[in-house]
Structure formats: C-alpha cells, structure tokens
C-alpha cells in the first residue's frame, strides 16, 4: 500500500509547477514504540476474556508471492514484527503465529493463509484462538468481515469453541502514540 499511495503521489507531482515539500513515513515494523503498542493492547483485550487462548494469529494481509522473490521486503518485516511481539510478550512461536489475508486472482499468495490456518488449528483440536492485524493502523471493514466474522465462523464450525478478534491500535492512546512517534 505504502508504495501505491507513493507512486500516485509522485505521479500527481509531476504534472505540478509549484512542488509542495513532501515527506513519507519510513517502516516502522521494528520500532520499539509500535510493538510496545501492540504488546499493550493484546494484554489489554486478553484481560476482557473469561479464558486464555491457545494460539494467537497475528494475520497480516496478503502479497503475491512473486512480490516477495523480486525482494519485497514485507515479508521479513511482518515475520519481525512478529518476532519481537513474542520476545515482548514472552510467547513461543507456536502461541504467537503468522499468517496473511486476503488473497485474489490465480497466483501464489504469502503463505500460511489465515482462513486454511484457522480451519485446520480447529480441526486439529485448538479449541481457543485470538486473532489481531498489527499491519493495520485501524480497522476497516474488509478485515473484520474477513477476520472478525468469516474467520470466526470457520473456526466454530470446524470444532472451535472460543474466537476473539482483537481490534487494531485505532485511536487509542497507544495507537495514538505510535502515530506521533512516527511522525
């Protein structure tokens, strides 16, 4: 996304005589503000639950794989982030998982996927699991119908019994925080 809205942005300078100063927001997958904020608000929803689940998915969104073997970096970056979220909260891997959404078109997608994850955890006989999107600043309406509701229901359906999607930093202080620390 970020290099679209760049690319867009550089477009429209172009055809501008008058060039505004212009100055974009570096990666902040790594940034120890960013996974603090993370940390808390996971902490802070698990807290609201009359259980513990027994696998948290941090499921970011998508890329075509072949992205990644050109040397798109996004890989790496949701794999550190999730790295430093478990070194954080003092998880395994296998209590702090990755995986990615929102997949189209006939190629090859970032793998694992979310929705063939959350059905096969509950067929294996995980019974509790959590889902959070740290890739997204806020939540939008695609991921809580995919997450939130769609992943939900495979998972009950397969033999789940208890799914919580933890919401994204949106306005909160933490989230807020992060906004004015990478700015």
């Known amino acids: 996304t970020t290099a679209t809205v760049n690319d867009k942005a550089f477009e429209a300078l172009l055809k501008m005589r008058w060039q505004p100063a212009l100055r974009t927001v570096p990666p902040y997958h790594d940034d120890p503000v960013y996974i ?3 940390a808390t608000s996971i902490k802070r929803h698990l807290a609201t639950l009359d259980w513990e689940p027994d696998v948290v998915l941090t499921s970011f969104h998508g890329i075509p794989k072949s992205y990644f073997d050109k040397g798109d970096p996004y890989y790496c970056q949701c794999q550190k982030t999730a790295r430093l979220l478990r070194e954080k909260l003092g998880w395994s891997k296998e209590k702090l998982q990755v995986t990615f959404q929102s997949r189209f078109g006939p190629e090859e997608w970032l793998q694992p996927y979310t929705d063939k994850t959350v059905e096969k955890l509950a067929q294996d006989g995980v019974k509790r699991i959590a889902v959070i999107n740290p890739g997204f600043v806020s939540d939008c309406l ?14 009950h359906h397969n033999g789940g019994e208890k799914f919580t999607h933890i919401p994204c930093l949106n306005d909160s202080a933490e989230g807020m925080a992060v906004l004015e620390h990478v700015v």
């Open 142 to 155: 695609e991921t809580l119908e995919e997450i939130a509701e769609q992943a939900a229901e495979s998972f």
């Open 36 to 38: 603090d904020a993370l």
